[in-house]
């Protein structure tokens, strides 16, 4: 048996069927499909993520959780307008000196912009916003008159 040196061909040369099988012939389309229209015929991952939340209330204070992981305090940014909260990050990609050719790229980079009109107003002099494990959660008192007041009952006997 003898070895064949194969010649590696350029990207923009389209090359026949390489192997046969019985899936073959779709990783084979696939293949093609990519050498035909190389990053055209790519998914390009979109410049803008959506950071998960959770909003809720208690007795005295309306509570935000947002996952931003991989961002650190520095870069997310909180602003408060009345009752309409934004928050906004970014994740930027890795800074690589080589080039890198992904399989599957599923972490999100990009600006990110949150804007919520919160439901109860709240007193913006105390809110409170702490950052750990990746998890924003901000802690926005209620004024006084939006806070859930005990009615007593009164009974005639």
């Known amino acids: 048996m003898a070895l064949i040196k194969r010649e590696i061909r350029p990207t923009g040369e389209i090359t026949p069927f390489r192997s046969w099988g019985p899936l073959g012939i779709f990783d084979e389309f696939n ?4 050498e035909t229209l190389g990053d055209f015929g790519r998914v390009a991952p979109t410049s ?7 909003l809720y209330e ?5 509570v935000l959780e947002m996952a931003v992981p991989g961002l ?5 940014d909180i602003s408060l307008e009345g009752n309409k909260l934004t928050i906004r990050g970014e994740n930027k990609p890795v800074e690589d000196q080589g080039v890198r050719r992904y399989y599957l790229q599923e972490i999100p980079h990009g600006t ?6 919160l439901p109860v107003e709240i007193n913006a002099d105390e809110v409170k916003a ?5 998890v924003l959660r901000l802690t926005m008192p209620k004024v006084e008159t939006a ?11």
């Open 48 to 54: 803008t993520q959506v950071a998960p939340v959770d």
């Open 130 to 134: 702490e950052f750990k494990n990746g």
């Open 58 to 62: 208690t007795d005295e204070a309306l």
């Open 147 to 157: 806070r859930a007041k005990r009615i007593p009952i009164s009974t005639e006997e």
């Open 112 to 117: 990110f912009v949150r804007s919520f009109t």
């Open 72 to 76: 650190s305090a520095d870069e997310i």
């Open 31 to 34: 293949r093609l499909f990519e």
